[in-house]
């Protein structure tokens, strides 16, 4: 498994969704009014909350998701399932390279009992 190759991916995506994210809170502060400076002041202190508020809770997800990716890559588990411990199949982390379940276990609805 090209361990390099996948965390270029993994990367690349986060830049993508921060970038996003800050282009949104960019247009979110467009849209009040910036003329007082105490205000600018404020969107200033707030900004790393308002940059995350700017995306979906879908996107925060995913950014969550990337980062303990990112982490289980650099720890070598990667490719270990984080429920069963079986290994995730190659086409399922092609596919989804952030998950941490193997496709039985993705398949199954959280909380519900194992069988
Ligand atoms: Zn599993």
């Known amino acids: 498994m090209d361990t390099d190759a996948v965390r270029a991916r993994l990367l690349r995506r986060r830049e993508e969704l921060q970038g ?18 105490d205000f600018a002041e404020q969107v200033t202190q707030r900004e790393s909350d308002e940059v995350l508020s700017a995306i979906s809770a879908t996107a925060r997800g995913e950014l969550e998701q990337i980062r303990s990716a990112l982490r289980r890559l650099a720890e070598g588990h990667y490719t270990v399932c ?7 199949e190659p086409g399922r ?9 193997c496709r039985a276990c993705a398949s199954v609805e959280p909380g519900a009992p194992r069988r």
């Open 20 to 37: 996003r994210a800050s282009r949104a809170s960019a247009d979110l502060r467009h849209e009040t009014d910036p003329l007082s400076a």
């Open 93 to 101: 982390l092609e596919a989804v390279p952030y998950t941490d379940r």
């Open 82 to 88: 984080a429920v069963c411990g079986a290994p995730i």
